[in-house]
């Protein structure tokens, strides 16, 4: 019957087919566990056809990536407006619902990917080290993206060497918070999500003790929160911990 014919599919409208399916079977396990035949079967196309828009299974894995990668960077775009305290809580908002809705797929991202599992050799013997490279590099953007956007956020274009290992280790912290979440969930999101906005607070506080530039802007993070924002509860709540006397 006409009605029955499938539309062919161009070569890019195909890619990205195969891409969407490969992300949303990555959603419920990780990439190394997640065969070629699964994604041919999903996609409604034969293996050797997959293998006509993708070389190997380690290049789709890779566009897969590249595709995680550039949506979780997007998590931290935020407009410039409101108290930082509450653009860092929306941000962190939104990467919590990209690892809750990625679990595995953003493990084996954060975790140096599938190739990371595989070895250095493919199925075919092949070196893997150039994959892995690749890997690694989108890894690093997602993490360079993020930084970038915090210092937007702080409205600083040039940061002191300080301050650049504050924003730095802040996100190295919420990629560990995160995948730590993953394996056991103990601890509700939405305290770790505050607990993160905290975290920043305190990195950049304990630093401002060695740095005169950022003590400045710890004042001016401090001067534009209102009296019940969340950087002023810290501070109240850390005044509680100090000994009578």
């Given at each position: 019957?006409?009605?029955?014919?499938?539309?062919?599919?161009?070569?890019?409208?195909?890619?990205?087919?195969?891409?969407?399916?490969?992300?949303?079977?990555?959603?419920?396990?990780?990439?190394?566990?997640?065969?070629?035949?699964?994604i041919a079967e999903r996609a409604g196309i034969s293996r050797p056809l997959v293998y006509h828009y993708f070389?190997?299974?380690?290049?789709?894995?890779?566009?897969?990536?590249?595709?995680?990668?550039?949506?979780?960077?997007?998590?931290?775009?935020?407009?410039?407006?409101?108290?930082?305290?509450?653009?860092?809580?929306?941000?962190?908002?939104?990467?919590?619902?990209?690892?809750?809705?990625?679990?595995?797929?953003f493990s084996a991202l954060m975790r140096g990917g599938p190739a990371a599992a595989v070895g250095t050799t493919?199925?075919?013997?092949?070196?893997?080290?150039?994959?892995?490279?690749?890997?690694?590099?989108?890894?690093?953007?997602?993490?360079?993206?993020?930084?970038?956007?915090?210092?937007?956020?702080?409205?600083?274009?040039?940061?002191?060497?300080?301050?650049?290992?504050?924003?730095?280790?802040?996100?190295?912290?919420?990629?560990?918070?995160?995948?730590?979440?993953?394996?056991?969930?103990?601890?509700?999101?939405?305290?770790?999500?505050?607990?993160?906005?905290?975290?920043?607070?305190?990195?950049?506080?304990?630093?401002?003790?060695?740095?005169?530039?950022?003590?400045?802007?710890?004042?001016?993070?401090?001067?534009?929160?209102?009296?019940?924002?969340?950087?002023?509860?810290?501070?109240?709540?850390?005044?509680?911990?100090?000994?009578?006397?």
């Amino acid at each position: 019957m006409a009605g029955s014919v499938r539309r062919r599919m161009g070569v890019e409208e195909r890619r990205e087919q195969l891409i969407t399916v490969a992300l949303e079977l990555f959603a419920h396990r990780r990439p190394e566990d997640v065969s070629i035949d699964e994604i041919a079967e999903r996609a409604g196309i034969s293996r050797p056809l997959v293998y006509h828009y993708f070389p190997g299974k380690q290049s789709l894995y890779e566009a897969a990536l590249r595709r995680a990668a550039d949506e979780l960077s997007d998590r931290f775009v935020e407009p410039p407006e409101g108290p930082l305290a509450e653009r860092l809580l929306r941000v962190m908002g939104r990467f919590f619902d990209f690892v809750e809705d990625h679990g595995p797929g953003f493990s084996a991202l954060m975790r140096g990917g599938p190739a990371a599992a595989v070895g250095t050799t493919g199925a075919t013997g092949t070196d893997q080290g150039p994959a892995i490279s690749n890997t690694r590099a989108t890894i690093d953007d997602v993490r360079q993206a993020a930084y970038e956007q915090i210092l937007t956020h702080l409205e600083v274009e040039r940061p002191s060497e300080r301050l650049s290992l504050v924003v730095r280790s802040w996100v190295s912290l919420a990629e560990t918070t995160a995948l730590l979440w993953l394996d056991g969930q103990a601890v509700p999101r939405t305290e770790l999500e505050v607990q993160l906005v905290y975290d920043f607070a305190a990195l950049a506080a304990v630093s401002a003790v060695h740095d005169a530039e950022l003590a400045a802007l710890v004042r001016r993070m401090l001067e534009q929160e209102p009296p019940d924002g969340h950087f002023a509860d810290l501070v109240a709540h850390l005044i509680t911990l100090i000994p009578p006397g």
